[in-house]
Protein backbone atom coordinates (compact mmCIF):
# COMPACT_ATOMS: atom_id res chain seq x y z
CA UNK A 1 0.00 0.00 0.00
CA UNK A 2 3.03 2.20 0.99
CA UNK A 3 4.16 1.69 -2.52
CA UNK A 4 1.21 2.42 -4.39
CA UNK A 5 1.07 5.77 -2.24
CA UNK A 6 4.97 6.83 -3.31
CA UNK A 7 3.96 5.84 -6.89
CA UNK A 8 1.19 8.21 -6.86
CA UNK A 9 3.15 11.09 -5.42
CA UNK A 10 5.89 10.96 -8.14
CA UNK A 11 3.98 10.13 -11.04
CA UNK A 12 1.06 12.11 -10.40
CA UNK A 13 1.38 15.11 -7.41
CA UNK A 14 4.71 16.41 -7.85
CA UNK A 15 3.94 16.99 -11.76
CA UNK A 16 0.68 18.22 -10.84
CA UNK A 17 1.85 20.65 -7.81
CA UNK A 18 4.89 21.50 -10.46
CA UNK A 19 2.25 22.67 -13.54
CA UNK A 20 0.72 24.21 -10.87
CA UNK A 21 3.58 26.58 -9.60
CA UNK A 22 4.77 27.59 -13.18
CA UNK A 23 1.32 28.38 -14.24
CA UNK A 24 1.07 30.84 -11.22
CA UNK A 25 5.09 32.47 -12.00
CA UNK A 26 4.02 33.01 -15.57
CA UNK A 27 1.36 34.71 -14.98
CA UNK A 28 2.63 36.77 -12.11
CA UNK A 29 5.19 37.26 -15.05
CA UNK A 30 2.77 38.33 -17.43
CA UNK A 31 0.69 40.85 -15.45
CA UNK A 32 3.85 42.31 -14.71
CA UNK A 33 4.90 42.94 -18.42
CA UNK A 34 1.29 44.10 -18.83
CA UNK A 35 1.71 46.45 -16.68
CA UNK A 36 5.01 47.36 -17.91
CA UNK A 37 3.62 47.95 -21.47
CA UNK A 38 0.73 49.67 -20.22
CA UNK A 39 3.13 52.21 -18.22
CA UNK A 40 5.17 52.64 -21.18
CA UNK A 41 1.92 53.50 -23.31
CA UNK A 42 0.95 56.31 -20.60
CA UNK A 43 4.14 57.76 -20.51
CA UNK A 44 4.41 57.55 -24.70
CA UNK A 45 0.97 59.38 -24.60
CA UNK A 46 1.75 61.97 -21.99
CA UNK A 47 4.66 62.59 -24.07
CA UNK A 48 2.33 63.75 -26.96
CA UNK A 49 -0.52 65.25 -24.34
CA UNK A 50 2.47 67.47 -23.33
CA UNK A 51 5.04 67.56 -26.14
CA UNK A 52 6.56 71.22 -24.74
CA UNK A 53 7.76 70.01 -21.72
CA UNK A 54 10.39 72.15 -20.79
CA UNK A 55 12.10 69.55 -18.42
CA UNK A 56 12.34 67.86 -21.12
CA UNK A 57 14.41 70.52 -23.20
CA UNK A 58 17.88 70.47 -22.01
CA UNK A 59 18.20 74.27 -21.45
CA UNK A 60 21.77 75.39 -21.26
CA UNK A 61 22.03 77.98 -17.83
CA UNK A 62 24.88 80.77 -17.44
CA UNK A 63 24.98 80.70 -13.89
CA UNK A 64 21.77 79.87 -12.38
CA UNK A 65 20.00 81.64 -15.03
CA UNK A 66 17.77 79.19 -17.42
CA UNK A 67 18.13 80.24 -21.06
CA UNK A 68 16.41 79.43 -24.34
CA UNK A 69 19.93 78.33 -25.43
CA UNK A 70 20.48 74.71 -26.18
CA UNK A 71 24.27 73.90 -26.27
CA UNK A 72 25.05 71.65 -29.37
CA UNK A 73 29.18 71.56 -30.32
CA UNK A 74 31.71 73.04 -27.85
CA UNK A 75 32.52 74.07 -24.61
CA UNK A 76 33.68 77.74 -24.35
CA UNK A 77 36.79 77.24 -23.45
CA UNK A 78 39.02 75.80 -26.10
CA UNK A 79 38.49 77.05 -30.03
CA UNK A 80 37.82 74.52 -32.89
CA UNK A 81 40.36 75.30 -35.15
CA UNK A 82 39.30 76.17 -39.10
CA UNK A 83 41.14 73.16 -40.66
CA UNK A 84 38.79 70.86 -38.39
CA UNK A 85 35.41 72.66 -39.54
CA UNK A 86 34.45 70.55 -42.80
CA UNK A 87 31.55 72.28 -44.01
CA UNK A 88 29.33 71.03 -46.85
CA UNK A 89 26.59 71.97 -49.21
CA UNK A 90 23.94 69.65 -50.52
CA UNK A 91 22.38 69.50 -53.87
CA UNK A 92 18.85 69.81 -52.96
CA UNK A 93 16.21 72.53 -51.90
CA UNK A 94 14.47 73.34 -49.17
CA UNK A 95 11.06 71.59 -49.16
CA UNK A 96 8.57 73.29 -47.30
CA UNK A 97 5.26 72.10 -46.06
CA UNK A 98 1.86 73.65 -47.97
CA UNK A 99 0.87 76.35 -45.17
CA UNK A 100 4.32 77.76 -45.10
CA UNK A 101 4.96 77.48 -48.62
CA UNK A 102 1.78 79.67 -49.07
CA UNK A 103 3.15 82.58 -46.42
CA UNK A 104 6.58 83.08 -48.18
CA UNK A 105 4.97 83.39 -51.43
CA UNK A 106 2.86 85.93 -50.05
CA UNK A 107 6.24 87.31 -48.96
CA UNK A 108 7.99 87.38 -51.83
CA UNK A 109 4.46 88.91 -54.02
CA UNK A 110 4.63 91.71 -51.38
CA UNK A 111 8.16 92.57 -52.21
CA UNK A 112 8.11 94.37 -48.70
CA UNK A 113 12.17 93.40 -48.40
CA UNK A 114 14.76 92.77 -50.18
CA UNK A 115 15.98 88.68 -50.53
CA UNK A 116 19.03 87.68 -50.26
CA UNK A 117 20.47 83.68 -50.72
CA UNK A 118 20.90 82.09 -46.89
CA UNK A 119 21.27 78.32 -45.65
CA UNK A 120 19.94 75.96 -43.68
CA UNK A 121 21.43 73.32 -41.20
CA UNK A 122 20.98 69.93 -42.53
CA UNK A 123 22.74 67.84 -40.02
CA UNK A 124 25.75 68.23 -38.05
CA UNK A 125 28.38 65.74 -36.43
CA UNK A 126 30.74 66.65 -33.68
CA UNK A 127 33.80 64.12 -33.45
CA UNK A 128 37.55 63.95 -32.70
CA UNK A 129 40.31 63.65 -35.28
CA UNK A 130 42.34 60.39 -35.03
CA UNK A 131 45.39 61.71 -35.05
CA UNK A 132 45.26 64.56 -32.17
CA UNK A 133 42.16 63.93 -30.41
CA UNK A 134 40.97 67.36 -31.40
CA UNK A 135 37.23 68.20 -31.75
CA UNK A 136 36.07 67.70 -35.45
CA UNK A 137 33.01 69.61 -36.93
CA UNK A 138 31.39 68.41 -39.94
CA UNK A 139 28.53 70.57 -41.01
CA UNK A 140 25.80 69.79 -43.51
CA UNK A 141 23.98 72.68 -45.50
CA UNK A 142 21.09 73.17 -47.95
CA UNK A 143 20.22 76.13 -50.17
CA UNK A 144 17.39 78.79 -48.23
CA UNK A 145 16.85 82.74 -48.73
CA UNK A 146 15.50 85.72 -46.49
CA UNK A 147 12.16 85.04 -47.73
CA UNK A 148 12.04 81.51 -45.82
CA UNK A 149 13.63 82.87 -43.05
CA UNK A 150 10.50 85.24 -42.75
CA UNK A 151 7.87 83.04 -43.14
CA UNK A 152 9.43 80.59 -40.98
CA UNK A 153 11.97 81.38 -37.65
CA UNK A 154 10.56 85.10 -37.68
CA UNK A 155 7.15 84.03 -37.44
CA UNK A 156 7.00 80.81 -35.22
CA UNK A 157 4.59 81.71 -33.02
CA UNK A 158 1.97 83.66 -35.12
CA UNK A 159 -1.13 81.55 -36.22
CA UNK A 160 -2.14 81.42 -39.94
CA UNK A 161 -5.23 83.12 -40.63
CA UNK A 162 -8.65 82.12 -40.04
CA UNK A 163 -6.99 79.55 -37.51
CA UNK A 164 -6.82 76.59 -40.47
CA UNK A 165 -3.65 75.79 -38.57
CA UNK A 166 -1.40 76.26 -35.28
CA UNK A 167 1.61 78.29 -35.23
CA UNK A 168 4.78 76.78 -36.59
CA UNK A 169 5.87 76.62 -32.87
CA UNK A 170 2.70 74.57 -31.93
CA UNK A 171 2.59 72.60 -35.20
CA UNK A 172 6.20 71.24 -35.84
CA UNK A 173 8.07 71.76 -32.87
CA UNK A 174 6.15 69.18 -30.60
CA UNK A 175 7.36 65.93 -30.03
CA UNK A 176 10.85 66.22 -31.16
CA UNK A 177 12.94 63.81 -29.77
CA UNK A 178 16.15 64.65 -30.20
CA UNK A 179 16.32 68.63 -30.30
CA UNK A 180 20.34 68.46 -31.39
CA UNK A 181 18.10 67.34 -34.99
CA UNK A 182 17.90 70.19 -37.01
CA UNK A 183 14.92 70.25 -38.61
CA UNK A 184 15.77 71.29 -41.97
CA UNK A 185 13.43 73.86 -43.51
CA UNK A 186 12.87 75.41 -40.02
CA UNK A 187 16.75 75.83 -39.42
CA UNK A 188 17.04 78.74 -41.35
CA UNK A 189 19.15 81.67 -41.72
CA UNK A 190 22.11 80.26 -39.88
CA UNK A 191 24.22 82.52 -39.10
CA UNK A 192 27.67 83.73 -36.91
CA UNK A 193 27.38 85.19 -34.00
CA UNK A 194 31.00 87.25 -32.88
CA UNK A 195 32.27 89.18 -29.53
CA UNK A 196 35.19 91.16 -30.87
CA UNK A 197 38.11 91.77 -28.12
CA UNK A 198 40.28 95.01 -28.15
CA UNK A 199 43.53 94.80 -27.47
CA UNK A 200 42.54 97.43 -24.33
CA UNK A 201 40.32 94.13 -23.15
CA UNK A 202 37.17 95.41 -23.83
CA UNK A 203 33.91 93.40 -25.95
CA UNK A 204 32.44 95.80 -28.58
CA UNK A 205 28.52 95.54 -28.06
CA UNK A 206 26.14 97.07 -30.43
CA UNK A 207 22.71 98.49 -30.01
CA UNK A 208 20.08 97.62 -33.10
CA UNK A 209 18.29 100.60 -34.73
CA UNK A 210 14.36 100.78 -34.05
CA UNK A 211 13.43 100.40 -37.81
CA UNK A 212 15.43 96.94 -38.19
CA UNK A 213 13.31 94.07 -39.40
CA UNK A 214 14.57 91.58 -36.37
CA UNK A 215 14.42 92.49 -32.87
CA UNK A 216 14.52 96.47 -32.97
CA UNK A 217 16.25 98.73 -30.27
CA UNK A 218 17.96 95.48 -28.34
CA UNK A 219 21.68 95.52 -27.64
CA UNK A 220 23.63 92.32 -29.19
CA UNK A 221 27.25 91.78 -29.70
CA UNK A 222 29.89 92.65 -31.97
CA UNK A 223 29.10 90.93 -35.40
CA UNK A 224 25.47 88.93 -36.15
CA UNK A 225 25.98 88.02 -39.59
CA UNK A 226 23.77 85.46 -41.72
CA UNK A 227 26.25 82.95 -43.83
CA UNK A 228 26.25 83.75 -47.45
CA UNK A 229 26.78 81.14 -49.66
CA UNK A 230 27.62 83.22 -52.16
CA UNK A 231 30.00 85.59 -50.67
CA UNK A 232 31.37 83.04 -47.79
CA UNK A 233 31.63 80.63 -50.92
CA UNK A 234 35.03 78.38 -50.15
CA UNK A 235 37.69 77.33 -52.10
CA UNK A 236 38.19 73.78 -50.83
CA UNK A 237 35.17 72.52 -49.18
CA UNK A 238 31.55 72.71 -51.07
CA UNK A 239 29.79 74.29 -48.13
CA UNK A 240 30.59 78.19 -46.99
CA UNK A 241 33.45 79.01 -45.39
CA UNK A 242 32.21 79.47 -41.86
CA UNK A 243 35.89 81.88 -40.85
CA UNK A 244 35.15 84.10 -43.98
CA UNK A 245 31.94 84.78 -42.50
CA UNK A 246 33.07 85.91 -39.52
CA UNK A 247 35.45 87.87 -40.95
CA UNK A 248 33.25 89.48 -43.44
CA UNK A 249 30.82 90.35 -40.60
CA UNK A 250 33.55 92.07 -38.81
CA UNK A 251 34.38 93.86 -41.74
CA UNK A 252 30.87 95.10 -42.25
CA UNK A 253 29.95 95.63 -38.57
CA UNK A 254 32.53 96.94 -36.79
CA UNK A 255 34.49 98.72 -40.04
CA UNK A 256 37.66 96.34 -39.15
CA UNK A 257 39.76 94.07 -41.58
CA UNK A 258 40.90 90.82 -39.96
CA UNK A 259 43.26 87.67 -40.83
CA UNK A 260 42.12 84.01 -40.20
CA UNK A 261 44.16 83.46 -37.15
CA UNK A 262 41.91 86.64 -35.47
CA UNK A 263 39.45 84.23 -35.46
CA UNK A 264 38.08 81.66 -32.53
CA UNK A 265 35.24 79.43 -33.54
CA UNK A 266 33.80 78.04 -29.96
CA UNK A 267 30.82 76.17 -30.86
CA UNK A 268 27.73 75.30 -32.32
CA UNK A 269 24.17 76.31 -30.20
CA UNK A 270 20.67 76.25 -30.57
CA UNK A 271 18.37 79.90 -30.03
CA UNK A 272 14.84 77.34 -29.35
CA UNK A 273 12.73 80.65 -29.06
CA UNK A 274 13.59 81.91 -32.79
CA UNK A 275 14.56 78.19 -34.09
CA UNK A 276 17.83 79.92 -34.59
CA UNK A 277 21.12 77.83 -35.40
CA UNK A 278 24.37 79.70 -35.12
CA UNK A 279 28.14 79.60 -34.90
CA UNK A 280 29.88 81.35 -31.90
CA UNK A 281 33.26 83.05 -32.40
CA UNK A 282 35.46 85.53 -30.63
CA UNK A 283 37.38 87.79 -32.72
CA UNK A 284 40.78 89.70 -31.12
CA UNK A 285 42.07 92.65 -32.70
CA UNK A 286 45.17 94.91 -32.37
CA UNK A 287 42.91 98.11 -32.47
CA UNK A 288 41.72 99.63 -29.08
CA UNK A 289 37.94 100.18 -28.21
CA UNK A 290 38.76 104.29 -29.05
CA UNK A 291 40.42 103.36 -32.62
CA UNK A 292 37.58 101.20 -33.56
CA UNK A 293 35.54 104.05 -32.63
CA UNK A 294 37.34 106.37 -35.17
CA UNK A 295 37.23 103.97 -37.61
CA UNK A 296 33.64 103.82 -37.64
CA UNK A 297 33.13 107.43 -37.67
CA UNK A 298 33.58 107.21 -41.70
CA UNK A 299 30.68 104.90 -42.16
CA UNK A 300 30.43 100.70 -41.35
CA UNK A 301 28.58 98.51 -44.11
CA UNK A 302 26.09 97.33 -41.21
CA UNK A 303 25.15 100.98 -39.92
CA UNK A 304 21.42 100.72 -41.39
CA UNK A 305 21.03 98.08 -38.67
CA UNK A 306 23.28 99.97 -35.99
CA UNK A 307 22.44 102.85 -34.03
CA UNK A 308 25.62 103.03 -31.82
CA UNK A 309 28.53 101.14 -30.41
CA UNK A 310 29.28 100.63 -26.39
CA UNK A 311 31.85 98.56 -24.51
CA UNK A 312 32.35 96.67 -21.55
CA UNK A 313 35.22 94.74 -20.03
CA UNK A 314 36.21 91.65 -20.15
CA UNK A 315 35.64 90.32 -16.89
CA UNK A 316 32.94 88.06 -15.09
CA UNK A 317 31.53 91.30 -13.08
CA UNK A 318 31.10 93.29 -16.02
CA UNK A 319 29.20 90.46 -18.05
CA UNK A 320 27.24 89.68 -14.87
CA UNK A 321 25.64 93.16 -15.10
CA UNK A 322 24.78 92.00 -18.61
CA UNK A 323 23.27 88.77 -18.37
CA UNK A 324 20.07 89.50 -16.44
CA UNK A 325 19.16 91.86 -18.96
CA UNK A 326 15.71 91.68 -21.23
CA UNK A 327 16.89 93.98 -24.36
CA UNK A 328 19.58 91.34 -25.05
CA UNK A 329 18.73 88.53 -26.47
CA UNK A 330 19.98 85.01 -25.25
CA UNK A 331 22.22 84.19 -28.06
CA UNK A 332 23.75 87.71 -27.46
CA UNK A 333 24.22 86.18 -23.96
CA UNK A 334 25.56 82.91 -25.15
CA UNK A 335 28.31 84.50 -27.05
CA UNK A 336 29.36 86.72 -23.97
CA UNK A 337 29.29 83.82 -22.10
CA UNK A 338 31.68 81.95 -24.07
CA UNK A 339 33.92 84.30 -25.03
CA UNK A 340 34.07 85.06 -20.60
CA UNK A 341 34.66 80.57 -20.55
CA UNK A 342 37.55 81.23 -23.16
CA UNK A 343 39.35 84.27 -21.36
CA UNK A 344 39.09 82.50 -17.83
CA UNK A 345 39.48 78.98 -18.79
CA UNK A 346 37.93 77.96 -15.63
CA UNK A 347 34.07 76.62 -15.97
CA UNK A 348 33.62 76.36 -12.93
CA UNK A 349 35.44 79.38 -11.12
CA UNK A 350 32.81 81.58 -13.69
CA UNK A 351 30.04 79.48 -13.03
CA UNK A 352 30.48 79.80 -8.85
CA UNK A 353 31.10 83.26 -9.48
CA UNK A 354 28.31 84.45 -11.71
CA UNK A 355 25.75 82.75 -9.01
CA UNK A 356 27.32 84.10 -6.43
CA UNK A 357 26.69 87.99 -7.79
CA UNK A 358 22.87 86.75 -8.72
CA UNK A 359 22.19 85.80 -5.44
CA UNK A 360 23.81 88.57 -4.12
CA UNK A 361 21.41 90.94 -6.12
CA UNK A 362 18.28 89.18 -5.66
Not at 64 to 91: A, D, M, P, Y
Not at 167 to 195: E, H, M, Y
Not at 210 to 221: A, F, I, L
Request: aromatic share 10%.
Amino acid sequence: MSAIFSNFITIILIPVIITIICSLFFLYKGDAIKKKRAIHLKRKETKKEHPHNEGDIPFAYIGNQKTSIISCVGTGTERIRSKHITSLLRHEAITLPEQLTQRREQIEQSRAMYNTKQVALHSFKDSKTDYDEQQHLTLQFVMSDYYTYQATNAQLDKPFPNNTYPSIRSGFLQGVDDWRKPIPFLANGVGVIGTVITSDHQVILTKRNSHTGVRPGEWDVSVVEAIDPVADRSSTQSGPDIVQSVIRGVEQEVGLQIDPDQVHILGLALDMKYYQWNLFATIKVEETFQEVIQVNSAGVHGSNEIDRYHRADVSIESFAELFPRDDIWDTGKWALYWTLLYEEKQRSRVHKELVRIFKKKG
